[in-house]
């Protein structure tokens, strides 16, 4: 996954303050992005966060809004 989706997944799970991080640079996410994995690691153990697969849909544009 690039930096980018990466980025998306952490906005949605952590919202207003990435929210406002994106608006700064909206022009870099805008367009809808899909949610295809997300894994947390904890003391060296790795889980899916939403399981196996997960199902996400999140929409941007160019004013930074989601």
Known sequence: ???IGTLAIALLISGTAWAQAIAQSAKDFVGTWTLVSSTTE??????????????????FDAGGHM
């Not at 904890?42 to 929409?59: A, H």
């Open 42 to 59: 904890r003391e060296g153990v790795k889980s899916d966060t939403f399981g196996p697969n997960p199902k996400g849909l999140l929409v």
């Open 1 to 3: 996954m690039n930096r």
